[in-house]
């Protein structure tokens, strides 16, 4: 197997592992596992990276398309886990950015 295929995969699977670990500790509630919250959806795009990169001849490099797929899900799942544990006020902050964003980029 690839070197950098082994790599994403490990990390792919570390990935997996974290969605079922504690998330958040709330005073009378105890911890909050990952698969209580988003955790699923992170699972299954860690699992989509390590089915594209079982995908085709382990022995070679990865592809640019897969390369920018396996990005996609990773990143995708990064954003979902912060989030998820950002508070409500945290979104207001995002919104005036993404406003003031929009504004620039027009």
Not at 83 to 103: D, H, M, Q
């Amino acid at each position: 197997m690839n070197k950098q295929r082994f790599a994403v995969i490990i990390v792919a699977v570390i990935g997996m592992i974290a969605a079922f670990l504690p998330w958040y500790k709330i005073l009378q509630v105890g911890n909050i596992s990952g698969i209580s919250s988003s955790g699923w959806f992170t699972f299954i795009l860690f699992a989509i990276v390590i089915v594209l990169m079982l995908r085709k001849n382990l022995r070679e490099d990865i592809s640019m398309g897969i390369s920018w797929s396996v990005t996609i899900c990773s990143l995708l799942a990064s954003f979902v886990v912060l989030i998820s544990g950002l508070p409500k006020k945290a979104y207001l902050i995002w919104e005036e950015v993404w406003t003031i964003f929009r504004a620039v980029r027009l």
